[in-house]
């Protein structure tokens, strides 16, 4: 009796565990499927170009107002901390490096995850759970390559060019509060950036660390919906997933990259 | 939307984007000033202690900034630090130049002055500035402080 108690827990625990590892597996499989249909899509660059736009120019206003508040309130936050040393003068540096280096890529990231990742599992998982997908297999159109692939690209593409209008925008934000609110002058803002922020370490390390987090942001958001269970509860909990699993997929990378790029 | 609409507004997303890399690489970071590295010259200037100087630290002559360090070396024979400065071709110093490192305001960031001197001559590429200061360092002066005031009891 209690054996058998102990055997069912057993079971459940190694189903658990297999089905976790199956589904690894699938999406290694599903992103290998989308890599070699990509030459597909560079053929055919209006399926992009669509695409961009759902991703890409719908994200830009979130991205903007975002990138506006964050370099605003960093500024505001330095001024605080930095006037008691006397200090004010580095409020740029300050901005411009947390922003380069971590606000800008890791909130693009999760922003992403939440505006058009979980768009594009819904609309993908959406269009499994009608069998629109399976329609197109029926009629020779692969959907890895029509669907799946173009969006893919999309994101990959759209999320190091919203960081870098993220960066910018966050940096203008700060720009405008530290020199019309706090009085910096505006050379010294703008020379104290220049002499310490080096084009290489921080904006090139902060574009590679968005471009990381766009392609698995973008990998997470295609294979849950590719993935979902087609019914709407399925689908509800696919959508559900990659903004949590995108956003903890965004944080723990930063950790990791962050530590291999600045030699800590 | 038709697509041409949807054409245009990925393309001035696009435009956009590298409007904001461009700010990024010119007005944030120091980009533009790795394109001014082929017409300077090199000197070199030995240091017994150069403190917190760093590689890209500012080389400042009469608080105009003229050039960066670019290499910082031991020799082991001497024992000294080898600074080796990146002068832009612009501007010319006279060979009895002495090099200091001073700190921008109380614990701002190090940087080379230059003080020039009189000769006629100038320091070409490869020369070497013979008289310069170390960097002062907190602790030997605070030492050297409390050695004088023991001595004056």
């Known amino acids: ?264 | 939307m038709n697509t041409r609409n949807i054409e245009i507004l990925v393309g001035a997303f696009v435009v956009l984007a590298i409007i904001a890399m461009v700010m990024l690489s010119l007005k944030v970071s120091n980009l533009a000033s790795y394109g001014g590295d082929d017409d300077g010259y090199e000197i070199q200037a030995q240091f017994e202690n150069i403190g917190g100087l760093k590689e890209r630290s500012p080389v400042s002559a009469g608080g105009v900034r003229v050039g960066k360090v670019s290499a910082i070396t031991y020799n082991n024979k001497q024992f000294t630090a080898v600074v080796t400065l990146q002068i832009e071709g612009k501007y010319q110093f006279p060979v009895d130049t002495s090099a200091s490192i001073l700190t921008a305001g109380l614990l701002g960031e190090q940087y080379v002055g230059l003080s020039p001197g009189g000769d006629e001559e100038n320091l070409v590429a490869g020369g070497e500035i013979d008289i310069t200061q170390s960097a002062l360092v907190l602790e030997q002066v605070i030492g050297q402080f409390l050695y004088s005031k023991a001595q004056e009891e």
């Not at chain 1, 008691?84 to 003068?89: I, K, L, P, S, V």
């Not at chain 1, 580095?90 to 800008?104: A, D, H, K, N, P």
């Not at chain 1, 505006?186 to 290489?200: C, I, R």
Request: glycine fraction near 10%; include cysteine; aromatic fraction near 10%.
């Open chain 1, 1 to 264: 009796m209690i054996a058998d108690k102990v055997l069912n827990k057993l079971q459940q625990v190694g189903y658990k565990t297999l089905s976790r590892f199956s589904r690894v597996g699938r999406a290694s499989l599903f992103l290998w499927q989308v890599l070699l249909s990509l030459p597909y899509v560079i053929q055919r660059p209006r399926l992009l170009v669509r695409q961009l736009y759902y991703v890409g120019v719908q994200t830009l206003l979130i991205i903007l107002v975002a990138g506006l508040f964050v370099g605003m309130v960093l500024a505001l936050q330095a001024y605080i901390v930095l006037v008691d040393f006397g200090a004010e003068e580095s409020i740029s540096l300050m901005v411009s490096l947390s922003i380069l280096r971590e606000l800008g890529p890791v909130f693009t990231g999760l922003l992403f995850a939440g505006r058009a990742g979980s768009a594009l599992t819904a609309e993908i998982g959406l269009m499994k759970s009608t069998e629109q997908l399976s329609g197109m297999e029926m009629m020779a159109v692969n959907p890895m390559k029509y669907i799946i692939a173009p969006r893919f690209l999309a994101g990959v593409i759209a999320v190091p060019l919203l960081t870098s209008i993220f960066m910018a925008i966050a940096i203008l934000g700060g720009y405008f509060v530290a020199t019309e609110m706090l009085g910096i002058y505006e050379g010294v803002f703008w020379s104290q950036m220049q002499n310490n922020v080096d084009f290489y370490d921080d904006v090139i390390n902060g574009m590679i660390k968005s471009l990381v987090f766009g392609f698995v942001v973008v990998w997470i958001a295609v294979f849950e919906g590719h993935d979902c269970m087609p019914t709407s509860e399925g689908l509800g909990q696919a959508t559900t997933r990659t903004v949590v699993h995108g956003s903890l997929a965004v944080l723990g990378l930063d950790f990791i990259l962050t530590a291999l790029m600045f030699n800590v």
